[in-house]
């Protein structure tokens, strides 16, 4: 039973445009949700995180909006460039240890 | 160059053989972890570490074994592999209290 569910599973956008990225959780246990970016063949890379007691953290082009009483949150990828694209995961942790990632969302920005 | 390194980065076995993934984080990190990435399941945490000798099961822990004896390695065990266990595996290491995990670079496994 997936923990957190991502979507969508793949994601075509124009170069300019902006990419959404969403993923649910049930456990409101869960006390830390970062985001990672993950190219081929190469490791995730931490992209960026938000605490359950920010409704929204910024950094550059990237955002991540948190909606806690619907236990949902996203990632905004603003003027999005063909370097963006990769593989995007979700990920909810639980007790600062244990983590549950969702399924990821393949983004392929056309230039 | 702070890194975090896997051996072997390919492996073919076959059912039954012991093999050993071993990890390696020159950051002096007290948090390692392994996972294991499947198309369509994202990544699933298979054991984490906090510290030397403290190792605990993440969501997938069975058939797995590891351990912690020195601070910059945690090797992944697999005592008899089995064909469901050929996977894409990440081990991943950070500093307590930091956010950033740094991940290695991936071993991939074929288990006949």
């Known amino acids: 039973q997936q923990q957190v569910k991502q979507s969508p599973q793949s994601l075509i956008v124009q170069k300019g445009g902006i990419s959404i990225i969403n993923c649910a959780y049930e456990n409101t246990a869960f006390d830390y949700f970062p985001w990672y970016q993950q190219f081929p063949g190469k490791g995730p890379a931490l992209l960026i995180a938000i605490r359950p007691d920010v409704s929204e953290k910024k950094e550059g082009r990237f955002t991540i909006s948190f909606n806690k009483s619907a236990k949902q949150f996203s990632l905004h990828i603003m003027d999005s460039q063909p370097g963006d694209s990769a593989t995007y995961f979700c990920a909810a942790i639980y007790n600062f240890n244990k983590f549950y990632f969702g399924s990821g969302t393949k983004l392929n920005v056309k230039p | 160059e702070a890194q975090v390194t896997q051996n072997p980065r390919y492996l073919i076995t076959v059912t039954g053989k012991k093999l050993t993934v071993t990890c390696s984080q020159n950051?002096?990190?007290?948090?390692m972890s392994w996972y294991r990435q499947d198309p369509g399941l994202g990544l699933r945490q298979i054991y984490y570490?906090?510290?030397?000798?403290?190792?605990d099961k993440g969501d997938v822990p069975e058939g797995y074994k590891v351990s912690r004896k020195e601070k910059r390695n945690f090797p992944l065990i697999l005592e008899s592999p089995s064909p469901n266990q050929t996977s894409l595996y990440f081990c991943?290491?950070?500093?307590?209290?930091?956010?950033?995990?740094?991940f290695g670079p991936g071993t991939r496994l074929l288990v006949l």
């Open positions: 950051m002096n990190h007290e948090y």
């Open positions: 570490s906090m510290n030397v000798e403290v190792t």
């Open positions: 991943a290491s950070r500093l307590r209290g930091e956010e950033t995990q740094y």
